[in-house]
């Protein structure tokens, strides 16, 4: 409205000077003052029920151990294992008998104990061997 009222009024409007700040009045943020905060720290002890809990927890999910098929068992030599386990025993019998590709280390060559769990591959990539170790966890 005030506007409206100068613009017709034909009087001239009044310029008021706004002072912005110069590049030696501001500071960085890093050399201003902190605030004067406190915080409450709180102390957490674990109690040893928890832990006896814990060691006390049967294994679940790939750390269980399973019953395994004939073809697993003649590798991993035991009825019953877990899944982390038998990658483990995969991966010692790999490395023991040197099966890797020496071009691509990512590249398992299968003999004959592997073929019968991998399903008659020459060939198989590390990341398939978990997939194909599942239909031998009964």
């Known amino acids: 409205m005030a506007f409206v009222s100068t613009f017709i009024s034909g009087e001239p409007p009044l310029l008021v000077a706004i002072a912005f700040p110069t590049a030696s009045s501001v500071k960085h943020p890093c050399q201003l003052p902190l605030p004067n905060l406190r915080f ?3 102390v ?3 109690s040893a029920s928890n832990q006896a809990t814990a060691s ?3 294994p679940r999910g790939i750390m269980k151990p399973r019953r395994v098929s ?3 068992q003649a590798l991993v030599g035991a009825p019953e294992i877990s899944r982390t386990q038998a990658l483990k025993v995969i991966w ?3 490395k023991e008998h040197n099966l890797q590709k020496p071009s691509d280390k990512k590249v398992i060559i299968c003999d004959e104990k592997l073929k019968n769990i991998f399903g008659g591959k020459d060939e198989v990539g590390f990341l398939e061997i978990a997939g194909l170790i599942s239909p031998h966890f009964l």
Request: avoid cysteine; charged fraction near 25%.
């Open 40 to 42: 409450a720290r709180t």
């Open 44 to 46: 957490t002890f674990a």
């Open 56 to 58: 006390r927890r049967q």
């Open 70 to 72: 004939p073809e697993m």
């Open 92 to 94: 010692a019998h790999i």
